[in-house]
């Protein structure tokens, strides 16, 4: 599992110094251009696997995140996906079958081709939900703990104490985790446990505890006095994540998110239009067209983005 969406706030690669010159606009010339971002809004998909040391083949998505950054208005949205979500998924071979999200990767995957699980799992979401994302980044759970590690851990408020006797995050090491309620520094490794650990809560409390955690970790992150945590969390990115995204448009990201600033950043999930399946034979979540459409709309300041979701949601026959 890997939460992280802000993960993105480390495509600095080993050039920060120029990501921070140029994230003032150079008038006349939209800095989106400048990196060879597009000049519209666009959509990175950002995917946490829960792969095991001891796996082998393909993995199911643990986290699925969208990012829309729209640099006209200094704007950016984040739309949280949960992995039990009833979709239209394209198969390798060939036509569709009804099934989790999360498991695109798995009837996608090959060996031979890194991009081809995180493009089927882009159409199924955009076949679903009529977002289509530009860019991904996928890495996975021990890869999320580096970069946290990289960055000096984050700070969380825990509402409510909680915690897991039997967790590992390789099914051989059991290490327990426990979160007493109040303010907590956590490694890359408890931060992890803490978007994960779903024993005596949801899939729904997961998605907040990692959207918490990501926010934490883009505010510590635009701090200038972790301006020379760069290097290490450049080469820490560099290692664990797998991406569609140059080292010129990562750079330009970068610059894009820093000009826009944490608090233009606005964060949804669909997990609050989702109802479970009663008449399906697993524990598989659809989501309601109108509530979908809204909190879509709400995430990336788009109204016809959030109709058209509706319109898909429907057609593909996985509403209530």
């Known amino acids: 599992m890997v939460y992280l969406l802000l993960a993105l706030f480390t495509l600095?690669?080993?050039?920060?110094?120029?990501?921070?010159?140029l994230s003032v606009p150079i008038p006349g010339l939209p800095p989106e251009r400048i990196f060879g971002l597009p000049d519209r809004p666009f959509i990175v998909m950002v995917v946490g696997l829960d792969i095991?040391?001891?796996?082998?083949?393909?993995?199911?998505?643990?986290?699925?995140?969208?990012?829309r950054v729209d640099a006209d208005k200094d704007r950016a949205g984040i739309l949280s996906i949960p992995?039990?979500?009833l979709m239209q998924v394209p198969l390798d071979e060939g036509?569709?079958?009804?099934?989790?999200?999360?498991?695109?990767?798995?009837?996608?995957?090959?060996?031979?081709?890194?991009?081809?699980?995180?493009?089927?799992?882009?159409?199924?979401i955009e076949d679903n939900l009529g977002l289509a994302a530009d860019y991904y980044i996928v890495f996975d759970q021990r890869g999320a703990a580096r970069i946290?590690?990289?960055?000096?851990?984050?700070?969380?408020?825990?509402?409510?104490?909680?915690?897991?006797?039997?967790y590992s995050d390789d099914d051989v090491n059991?290490?327990?985790?426990?979160?007493?309620?109040?303010?907590?520094?956590?490694?890359?490794?408890?931060?992890?446990?803490y978007g994960r650990i779903r024993e005596g809560s949801s899939d729904f409390d997961?998605?907040?505890?990692?959207?918490?955690?990501?926010?934490?970790?883009?505010?510590?992150?635009?701090?200038?006095l972790n301006f020379w945590r760069l290097p290490g969390l450049g080469k820490a990115y560099r290692d664990v994540v797998d991406t569609n995204l140059s080292m010129r448009e990562t750079a330009g990201l970068f610059a894009l998110l820093k000009r826009i600033g944490t608090d233009r950043i606005?964060?949804?999930?669909?997990?609050?239009?989702?109802?479970?399946?009663?008449?399906?034979?697993?524990?598989?979540?659809?989501?309601?067209?109108?509530?979908?459409?809204?909190?879509?709309?709400?995430?990336?300041?788009?109204?016809?983005?959030?109709?058209?979701?509706?319109?898909?949601?429907?057609?593909?026959g996985v509403t209530p």
Request: aromatic share 6%.
């Open 52 to 67: 095991r040391p001891t796996q082998e083949g393909p993995s199911r998505t643990d986290s699925i995140l969208l990012l």
């Open 206 to 224: 997961r998605i907040r505890r990692q959207q918490q955690v990501a926010e934490e970790l883009v505010a510590q992150l635009s701090s200038p």
């Open 174 to 193: 059991v290490v327990p985790q426990y979160f007493a309620e109040g303010r907590q520094h956590l490694n890359g490794y408890q931060a992890v446990a």
């Open 266 to 316: 606005v964060t949804r999930s669909l997990g609050d239009a989702a109802v479970p399946c009663l008449s399906c034979q697993a524990a598989l979540l659809l989501l309601d067209p109108q509530e979908a459409a809204r909190l879509i709309s709400e995430a990336f300041d788009d109204d016809a983005a959030g109709q058209t979701a509706a319109q898909l949601l429907v057609a593909a």
């Open 95 to 124: 036509g569709f079958t009804q099934d989790r999200v999360n498991t695109a990767f798995v009837y996608n995957w090959s060996p031979d081709d890194a991009g081809r699980a995180p493009a089927a799992l882009g159409q199924t």
């Open 12 to 21: 600095v690669q080993p050039i920060s110094v120029a990501s921070l010159s």
């Open 83 to 85: 992995r039990d979500t």
């Open 148 to 166: 946290i590690d990289a960055a000096g851990g984050v700070t969380v408020v825990v509402g409510e104490a909680f915690g897991q006797d039997n």
